[in-house]
């Protein structure tokens, strides 16, 4: 069984940092990418940032030069590092493994950044 486990979520007020953690553990295949997606209330998951092995990083414009997305193969976990976040921010943060035959999600964590 895959599992995805996150951390790094909380509050924080604007202009401030939180760094997210996803170890992935279990039998997969060959990864595709590994990233970070965000939802809230209302409006469909988007992608936040997404780092496939060999390529640049893929992140959504509203967070370019702000958000940091960076792997470790060798262990399996992604890492999102936040910085200068504002109020719009806040959502639940997912994170995504893409293997060659399937698609995991963790349970998600909560980002919450106060004005």
């Known amino acids: 069984q895959v599992r995805l486990v996150e951390s790094g979520g909380g509050l924080v007020q604007a202009g401030g940092s939180l760094r997210l953690s996803c170890a992935a553990s279990?039998?997969?295949?060959?990864?595709?990418?590994m990233g970070w997606y965000r939802q809230v209330p209302g409006k469909q998951r988007e992608l936040v940032a997404r780092l496939a092995l060999g390529h640049s990083p893929d992140y959504a414009d509203s967070v370019k030069g702000r958000f940091t997305i960076s792997r470790d193969d060798a262990k399996n976990t992604v890492t999102l590092q936040m910085n200068s976040l504002n109020p719009e921010d806040t959502a639940v943060y997912f994170c995504?493994?893409?293997?060659?035959?399937?698609?995991?999600w963790g349970q998600g964590t909560q980002v919450t950044v106060s004005s």
């Open positions: 279990g039998r997969f295949s060959s990864i595709n990418a």
């Open positions: 995504n493994l893409w293997t060659i035959d399937a698609d995991y």
